[in-house]
């Protein structure tokens, strides 16, 4: 399943749904701020959402690396 088009489409949608989730997200801080009053804990859920983000972008780098080196299949299946 490396560099399919079956990859590449879950792949994208993937993101689509991550960075979607993460703007909504986004979008509703400034009314948490609002309701909580300590930017603080806004800090925090931002912090955690980078995180993820990140962790996510790991993920697909290891997956990418996976299938360049062992083929078809990758040493993470």
């Not at 996976?66 to 299946?77: E, Q, R, V």
């Amino acid at each position: 399943m490396c560099f399919s088009m079956l990859w590449a489409e879950t792949l994208c949608i993937w993101l689509v749904i991550i960075f979607a989730v993460f703007a909504v997200i986004r979008l509703v801080m400034p009314y948490l701020t609002s309701l909580i009053g300590s930017p603080l804990i806004v800090g925090i859920i931002n912090i955690i959402l980078w995180a993820i983000v990140a962790i996510m972008a790991i993920k697909v780098i290891f997956m990418l690396f996976s299938c360049i080196l062992t083929g078809p299949g990758g040493f993470l299946h």
